[in-house]
């Protein structure tokens, strides 16, 4: 193929249009100042919610998310690199870049992901009692049911375990003022896991069933049956609660999990029947085994 002067016109004329066409999210000045404020602080948690803000900026001019592979390199790139100064450095640069089109849109996309992964690495390293002071400056500064959650979370991590009794229980009042059934659902689920291990953890098994009891009725009463979760129903209190002796409520626990479809709860996987399935889970209880419990995370 011989390449003509019109042939290569009209490749740069292509290559122009594609950054002609290239969206104009808002000027970005002022929230890459309050990441590099976040990251000076150490408060990751803030910087990685900061930059997922401008990944929504550039999704709502019509820039695409990576996905599959692209995402997946992306993500590991940052995770493994903890100069995240240098990382916004970079995705700052690069959006100046392309904002005189001189770099692709979808490359920003990239360095913003990037620098996010990096501040989800960074702030799962720093200690609990910093990760619960952080969320609790963030929850009084702006109360809302996000940060509350956080807040949850973060005393639990602590060990601040009548905070998160007193936040868990604020949350409970307040979660069906603010999510649909459905979601509220799976977030009580955590939330009774969560209340049932500190009271097992008290030496409270009768509290520890009735939680577990509770988290399976977040599910029953609030989703329809043979809805797909979100997320799988957590699996940490029934493991304890069986090993403690407790068969027969952990038992009614698996069969209402076995009600909804989740992930990791298949029936069957490539490799043959799913250990991890709620049906296959009650099969080995019957048959006096331990199951092989999955989902053993609080959140």
């Known amino acids: 193929m011989t390449l003509t002067s019109t042939s290569v016109a009209v490749g740069m004329l292509i290559v122009a249009a594609c950054f002609a066409a290239a969206p104009t999210p808002r000027d970005p000045s ?27 900026d550039l999704l709502a001019v019509g820039v695409s998310a990576l996905t599959g592979q692209a995402h997946g390199r ?10 995240l100064v240098g990382l916004v450095r970079q995705a700052r640069l690069t959006w100046s870049q392309a904002a005189r089109n001189e770099q ?11 620098a996010f992964s990096s501040a989800v690495a960074l702030d799962s390293q720093l200690p609990p009692t910093v990760r619960y002071e952080q969320a609790r400056t963030r929850y009084e500064a702006a109360p809302s049911s996000i940060p509350l959650h956080q807040l949850t979370l973060r005393a639990f991590e602590a060990g601040e375990y009548a905070a998160t009794l007193k936040y868990v229980k604020q949350e409970r009042a307040e979660i069906f003022q603010v999510y649909p059934p459905e979601v509220a659902g799976s977030i009580l689920n955590g939330l009774e896991t969560m209340t049932g291990i500190l009271k097992l953890d008290a030496g409270d098994v009768a509290g520890a069933v009735q939680a577990l009891t509770d988290s399976a009725s977040a599910l029953q009463i609030n989703i329809a049956p043979g809805s797909r979760l979100l997320e799988a129903p957590r699996m940490l209190l029934a493991k304890r609660l069986f090993q403690a002796g407790q068969s027969a409520p ?23 029947r799913n250990p991890h399935a709620p049906s296959q889970m009650i099969s080995a209880i019957r048959a006096g085994v331990e199951p092989q419990f999955s989902g053993l995370d609080i959140y």
């Open 30 to 56: 002022a929230v890459f100042a309050a990441i590099e404020r976040s990251v000076a602080a150490q408060d990751y948690y803030n910087a990685n919610d900061l930059l997922g803000s401008l990944m929504n």
């Open 74 to 83: 992306a993500v590991d790139l940052g995770r493994k690199n903890s100069d």
């Open 104 to 114: 692709p849109w979808a490359q920003v996309m990239v360095r913003l992901l990037v």
């Open 250 to 272: 952990v038992l009614t626990y698996l069969e209402v999990c076995a009600q909804f479809k989740y992930p990791g709860g298949e029936e069957y996987t490539d490799e043959g």
